[in-house]
């Protein structure tokens, strides 16, 4: 059941994590945070749409108590200002908060997440990626769960798009050097 690493799609290189090699790192996590979090209940926050799959996979893997709430951000030309343009439906005051991401690149998205969150006084405040991209990173965040540190490549696929696209392949692929200019 490897039919696609046979990849007929112009603008993918190489396959990076496989759905299998996800899917472990995946149980790696919700191990680790079901061990630290035991006896707790946890919010589980995402940012809207990157984070969907792994947040999906991630919630199915845990065994605490969740509740799931998502957000969107958008952000203005360099990257530089964010704003909310969809904000949690439930309060989080009082509550231990897991934001969830799919990767963590200038940092500058969570960075201003959190400090809206922290202003929110929730009961614990941390932060669970998938990847971690640390070359470009801007904004110090303080990753609690890690799941894969990857180099400057940029990646599609289990939730990241390109252009809106891609972000349902089940493996995670970098993008050609000539399409990314
Ligand atoms: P940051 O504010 O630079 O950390 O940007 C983080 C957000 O940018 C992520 O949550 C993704 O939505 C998006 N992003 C960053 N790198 C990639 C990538 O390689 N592929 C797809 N989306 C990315
Ligand atoms: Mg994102």
């Known amino acids: 059941m490897s039919a696609y690493h046979v990849i007929h799609d112009p603008i993918i290189d190489r396959v990076l994590l496989t759905a299998e090699e996800i899917a472990a790192v995946v149980d790696d996590l919700a191990s680790r945070i079901d061990a630290d979090h035991a006896g707790e209940e946890l919010a589980l926050v995402t940012v809207l749409r990157g984070g969907l799959f792994f947040l999906a996979d991630l919630s199915r893997r845990l065994h605490l108590p969740v509740t799931l709430d998502f957000m969107a951000i958008s952000s203005y030309g360099s990257g530089e200002a964010v704003r909310i343009t969809k904000d949690l439906d439930d309060p989080i005051e009082g509550r231990n908060v897991l934001v969830v ?3 963590i690149d200038t ?9 809206v969150l922290r202003g929110r006084s929730p009961a614990s405040l941390e932060v669970c990626t998938l990847l971690d991209r640390d070359a470009r990173r801007l904004a ?7 799941g894969v540190r990857i180099p400057d490549w940029f990646v599609v ?11 349902n392949l089940p493996y995670i ?5 000539e399409v990314m200019g």
Do not use: C
């Open 101 to 103: 991401e799919d990767i």
């Open 140 to 146: 110090d965040i303080p990753i609690d769960y890690r």
């Open 107 to 115: 940092g500058l998205t969570l960075n201003y997440l959190l400090k």
């Open 157 to 167: 696929g289990y939730g990241l798009d390109l252009g809106g696209r891609y972000r």
């Open 173 to 177: 692929a970098t993008v050609r050097e």
